[in-house]
T-cell receptor, first 111, second 118 residues
């Protein structure tokens, strides 16, 4: 089976940096993705790590350590609009099947 | 980027009736689409994988006779909730893989359909 664990809630203030962790247990590993979902909206893709290290995309970065079965999403220069749920997700196998999602982390950014 | 649409966005139906939800890829062909359901403040739970021209693959615990999936064309998959009950009330979201990607790590999601069964 597969499971992805992440904290349920994180709070921060505008301009701050926040890190959302994700630990996973998977029968095989085919990379770790991150998605953002605003309340009532569709999930949108943020980033993907197939290999160890840091991937940077603007204010958002994602890190992966396969030896530790661990990854994180780093959000810098937080803005109010970043208040949303963030999900780590992993393909269930290599051949283009569906994603398995973590339970999601609700980020609340205050002024 | 590619767009996935869903229709309707909201639907209220009476217990015992059936509801059909459409998922369309607007500017690309999707041989595979995925259906998820999401309860408030919870994660997306995969229900089934919809393959064009063949039977859907259902996840364990999902009743295939209750949640009928049809993927009749490369741009349309439908989910029909049959004999709906209040416990079927949820947010249903479809997605499609990004064309050209071998893995499914990046998917385009539809805006979701909120189903309320009274």
């Amino acid at each position: 089976g597969q499971s992805l664990e992440q904290p349920s809630e994180v709070t921060a203030v505008e301009g701050a940096i926040v890190q959302i962790n994700c630990t996973y247990q998977t029968s095989g590993f085919y990379g770790l993705s991150w998605y953002q979902q605003h309340d009532g909206g569709a999930p949108t893709f943020l980033s993907y790590n197939a290999l160890d290290g840091l991937e940077e995309t603007g204010r958002f970065s994602s890190f992966l350590s396969r030896s530790d079965s661990y990854g994180y999403l780093l959000l810098q220069e937080l803005q109010m609009k970043d208040s949303a749920s963030y999900f780590c997700a992993a393909p269930s196998n290599q051949a283009g099947t569906a994603l398995i999602f973590g339970k999601g982390t609700t980020l609340s950014v205050s002024s | 980027g590619a767009v996935v649409s869903q229709h309707p966005s909201r639907v209220i139906c009476k217990s015992g009736t059936s509801v059909k939800i459409e998922c369309r890829s607007l500017d690309f062909q999707a041989t595979t689409m995925f259906w998820y359901r999401q309860f408030p403040k919870q994660s997306l739970m995969l229900m089934a994988t919809s393959n064009e021209g063949s039977k859907a693959t259902y996840e364990q615990g999902v009743e295939k006779d209750k949640f009928l999936i049809n993927h009749a064309s490369l741009t349309l998959s439908t989910l029909t909730v049959t004999s709906a009950h209040p416990e079927d009330s949820s947010f249903y979201i479809c997605s499609a893989r990004v064309p050209g990607q071998g893995s499914s790590y990046e998917q385009y999601f539809g805006p979701g359909t909120r189903l309320t069964v009274t």
